[in-house]
């Protein structure tokens, strides 16, 4: 009878126990946040984004954290996971790798969701994304007219890529010209349009990276005003001047800048009068060097030849009286 109660006691306690067990696994269970669902990516014009569901939960704001691996980390980095910097621990359900993408290779995307202390296990993109499969679209494109001068101006679609444009007269599609815009440029000034005329242009955008473009953008079409050869003459005229302008500015400053250069290189001194043109010897010799001269007359008793030594400016001078 005693050892049938102990056995009923062991019996009820391990049945405690699992029941115990069972209730902390399924509290784990639930508070364990779901995974992220229905991942994938939309890339258009070389602007790759990475969208998924958000998760609803009652205890707070889900957040989210998204990594990337590309090919490198992938097969000589032990499959090495980067953090995207602007995607971590955001509300929103999308985030921007733009720049992690950097090459035309095979990358891994994931996500995973946070709440507090507790994340859910990462949800990988189903296939790796190449961004040599971004959807190039034509560029809008518009018309600005300033008198007989037009302006076109695209849409920016970033340093990356590089417009081709093709306009014509209207009724003269047979003429078109096209032209190479400069990469990142989104003003082309069509060339020679002539007043009073109607021209019409078209683009496509040609991405670098990819060596891909797009289709054409819509027609679009504007009209020149009068007066193009006097108000390109007036543009002329007032570059001129401005030229000019500047180049006398500018040498008004290259002879200040000259003068400083010389005084600072040779300062001006006062020349000592002795040095200065013409030389005088009479400058030059000092009054106490000079000799005095006088009138001597002798006569000797033997011949009687008198004659007369006159002295000036240290010479001899001698007259036979």
Not at 131 to 138: A, G, H, K, Q, Y
Not at 199 to 224: E, G, H, L, M, T
Not at 255 to 273: D, E, Q, T, W
């Amino acid at each position: 009878m005693g050892t049938c109660r102990c056995s009923w006691i062991i019996g009820t306690m391990g049945l405690l126990e699992m029941s115990v067990v069972m209730v902390c696994t399924s509290v784990t269970l639930a508070a364990k946040l779901p995974t992220p669902s229905n991942i994938y990516m939309k890339s258009s014009n070389m602007k790759h984004c990475l969208y998924w569901d958000p998760i609803l939960n009652a205890e707070g704001t889900v957040k989210y954290s998204v990594q990337v691996q590309g090919e490198y980390e992938r097969h000589y980095k032990s499959q090495h996971w980067t953090n995207v910097d602007s995607c971590q621990s955001i509300t929103a359900h999308w985030c921007n790798v733009t720049e992690e993408i950097a090459s035309t290779v095979q990358y891994e995307l994931r996500v995973r969701a946070e709440l507090g202390s507790q994340n859910s296990d990462w949800a990988k993109l189903e296939t790796p994304f190449n961004r040599n499969t971004s959807v190039l679209t034509p560029p809008a494109i518009k018309f600005h007219s300033t008198g007989p001068l037009l302006t076109l101006e695209t849409e920016y679609f970033g340093p990356q890529f590089i417009f081709f444009v093709f306009y014509w007269k209207k009724g003269h599609k047979d003429k078109v010209v096209s032209k190479k815009m400069y990469r990142g440029a989104t003003i082309f000034h069509l060339e020679k349009a002539e007043g009073g005329h109607e021209y019409c242009a078209q683009v496509i955008a040609y991405a670098v990276p990819i060596k891909r473009n797009s289709s054409r953008s819509d027609v679009v079409c504007a009209a020149a005003k009068a007066g193009s050869e006097l108000s390109t003459l007036t543009v002329g005229f007032i570059s001129l001047f401005g030229v000019i302008v500047g180049l006398v500015i500018l040498l008004a400053l290259l002879r200040n800048v000259a003068l400083i250069m010389r005084y600072s290189c040779f300062p001006h001194g006062k020349i000592p009068k002795t040095l200065m043109e013409p030389f005088s010897s009479q400058k030059m010799t000092r009054p106490h060097f000079l000799e005095d001269c006088e009138k001597i007359t002798s006569s000797e008793p033997s011949n009687k030849i008198p004659y007369t030594i006159i002295r000036q400016d240290c010479s001899t001078k001698i007259q036979i009286l």
